[in-house]
């Protein structure tokens, strides 16, 4: 699976739209980009994916970019529940049945 | 209810016993895995399975096994446990198709003594 790096830390004002970067320069073609995300003791929580179109739904949008070596995830208004630590994951069905593999994620806090 | 569950939430035992760690989920989801998390590993893939009766192994699994015997079950069983093996565990499903979108179960905070 292609690696992905991220920001180790953001913050954001509440209210105020959060935009988390992720680059994945060795992502292959058919390789989606996944974001999870995980509020300190829980599960991690999916939240959108993508191939090449940019997403959205009810949680964030998703923003990949033409040559899909990068994304970004929107958070159109971030709220103090949406502190958490958001993971960038590339990742493909076949031989890998569908693993995903978490690095360090983006600590997100959010502030009032 | 409907989803996937963990029990025990939290788990305090000593080294050298067994225990297991049960994983329920109710889409019949065809994928299952079990992760662990410690500080500064972040989450690190232990076993995962296709189907029933089809499991192996992933980065981490020394020390533990599964089974698979039926499709809404993925025990992780922890034969003889160590203190290494304090951590907290989630299990996740996920259904067949091209995408790779995992649900998590709530984790299992397990302390060896």
């Known amino acids: 699976d292609a690696k992905t790096t991220q920001p180790p830390s953001m913050d954001c004002a509440e209210g105020r739209a959060a935009n988390l970067p992720c680059n994945h320069s060795t992502i292959s073609g058919n390789e989606y980009v996944y974001w999870y995300r995980q509020i300190h003791s829980q599960g991690p929580q999916y939240i959108i994916h993508g191939l090449k179109n940019n997403e959205t739904n009810e949680m964030a949008s998703l923003i990949i970019t033409e040559d899909r070596k990068s994304s970004t995830l929107i958070l159109p208004h971030a709220t103090l529940r949406d502190t958490a630590v958001y993971y960038c994951i590339v990742s493909s069905r076949g031989s890998t049945l569908g693993r995903l593999y978490f690095g360090r994620g983006t600590q997100l806090t959010v502030w009032p | 209810d409907a989803g996937i569950t963990q029990s025990p939430r939290y788990k305090i035992t000593e080294t050298g016993r067994q225990v297991t760690l049960m994983c329920h989920q109710t889409?019949?989801?065809?994928?299952m895995f079990w992760y662990r998390q410690d500080l500064g590993h972040g989450l690190r893939l232990i076993y995962y399975s296709a189907a029933a009766d089809i499991t192996d192994k992933g980065e981490v699994p020394d020390g533990y096994v599964v089974s698979r015997s039926k499709t809404e079950n993925f025990p992780l069983t922890l034969e003889s446990a160590t203190r290494s093996q304090t951590s907290v565990y989630f299990c996740?499903?996920?259904?067949?198709?091209?995408?790779?979108?995992?649900?998590f179960g709530p984790g299992t905070r397990l302390t060896v003594l």
């Open positions: 996740a499903s996920s259904g067949q198709g091209r995408t790779d979108t995992q649900y």
């Open positions: 889409w019949s989801h065809s994928y």
